[in-house]
């Protein structure tokens, strides 16, 4: 076995600096690393949340309804799981009602005072006497351009259900 009195002075003296060394550069490179892997952490989340808050903006713009030819009337304030909408679409003009262009409050409004969100909804019945009561309905556009009603007075229901607003300048008419 080799032990302290088999290793010469000089060379036992140079492992002692060299091992001496080593322990003493170590915290700094410890040290380098750590900061090197919080500024690229860093760097990576401003670039995340920089992305989140562009996509964000182009969903919270307000739109126009580019396509008034049919709408949507959701029954409830959420999308499903294949990104649609439970509720109706309806036809706003079309080749059953030609020039006819009706108000998509007022239609989804209708379908909510008949019941149409009723579980136990016939569509071949006649139109009850004392019309269902109708929540509040928000006005959104879809990525098509399409009206999308919603029953929510939120005025943040649009960007939650990743809809636009509808524009100031644009009628859901």
């Known amino acids: 076995m080799n032990d302290e009195?088999?290793?010469?002075?000089a060379r036992l003296t140079a492992m002692r600096e060299a091992l001496a060394a080593h322990v003493a550069s170590e915290p700094v490179r410890a040290h380098r690393t750590r900061r090197r892997r919080v500024i690229i952490g860093s760097v990576l989340s401003l670039v995340a949340v920089g992305?989140?808050?562009?996509?964000?903006?182009?969903v919270l713009a307000p739109a126009?309804?580019?396509?008034t030819s049919i709408a949507m009337c959701a029954s409830e304030a959420k999308r499903n799981a294949d990104g649609g909408f439970n509720g109706g679409e309806v036809a706003m003009s079309?080749?059953?009602?030609?020039?006819?262009?009706?108000?998509?409050?007022e239609l989804c409004t209708r379908m909510w005072?008949?019941?149409?969100?009723?579980?136990?909804?016939?569509?071949?019945?006649?139109?009850?006497?004392?019309?269902?009561p109708v929540p509040p309905l928000t006005v959104c556009?879809?990525?098509n351009g399409t009206a999308v009603v919603v029953p929510s007075d939120a005025?943040?229901?649009?960007?939650?259900?990743?809809?636009?607003p509808?524009?100031?300048?644009?009628s859901p008419r």
């Open 113 to 132: 005072e008949e019941g149409t969100y009723e579980p136990d909804y016939d569509p071949l019945s006649l139109p009850p006497e004392v019309p269902f």
């Open 166 to 170: 509808v524009a100031a300048t644009s």
């Open 141 to 143: 556009v879809a990525p």
């Open 155 to 164: 005025p943040e229901i649009c960007t939650a259900l990743q809809l636009a």
């Open 51 to 58: 992305g989140v808050a562009v996509a964000g903006l182009r």
């Open 5 to 9: 009195r088999d290793i010469s002075p």
């Open 94 to 105: 079309g080749p059953f009602n030609p020039g006819v262009r009706s108000d998509v409050l």
């Open 64 to 67: 126009e309804l580019a396509d």
